[in-house]
Nanobody, 121 residues
Framework: QVQLVESGGGLVQPGGSLRLSCTAS????????MGWYRQVPGKRRDLVADITGGGTTNYVDSVKGRFTISRDNAKNTVYLEMNSLNPEDTAVYYC???????????????WGQGTQVTVSS
């Protein structure tokens, strides 16, 4: 089994900052992409940012210059530093990882349970 556990969500005022963390544990031999998605009620889950094992990053336009994704491969952990938050960033944020388990030839997608981020005064 593979588990992704997120932390760091909460309530923050507009203009504030939060840092999300997500660690993959269990039967993990290798991780390819790691990333963050977000979802608001009634809408689809959308990509926020992702990062390859080599550190190449990708961001949705609405967060460029405000959010920074990074990862620690030794700890199987991905981070999302969020600055200059605005109410439109309010959502449940989900961690995502493409994991290869021991003995497997392919990578499979795993998701965290989600963490709520609320930006409000």
């Amino acid at each position: 089994q593979v588990q992704l556990v997120e932390s760091g969500g909460g309530l923050v005022q507009p203009g504030g900052s939060l840092r999300l963390s997500c660690t993959a544990s269990g039967s993990v031999e290798s991780i390819n992409f790691m990333g963050w998605y977000r979802q608001v009620p009634g809408k689809r889950r959308d990509l926020v940012a992702d990062i390859t094992g080599g550190g190449t990053t990708n961001y949705v336009d609405s967060v460029k210059g405000r959010f920074t994704i990074s990862r620690d491969n030794a700890k199987n952990t991905v981070y999302l530093e969020m600055n200059s938050l605005n109410p439109e960033d309010t959502a449940v944020y989900y961690c995502y990882a493409q994991v290869r388990r021991p003995g497997a030839s392919s990578f499979y997608a795993y998701w965290g349970q989600g963490t709520q981020v609320t930006v409000s005064s």
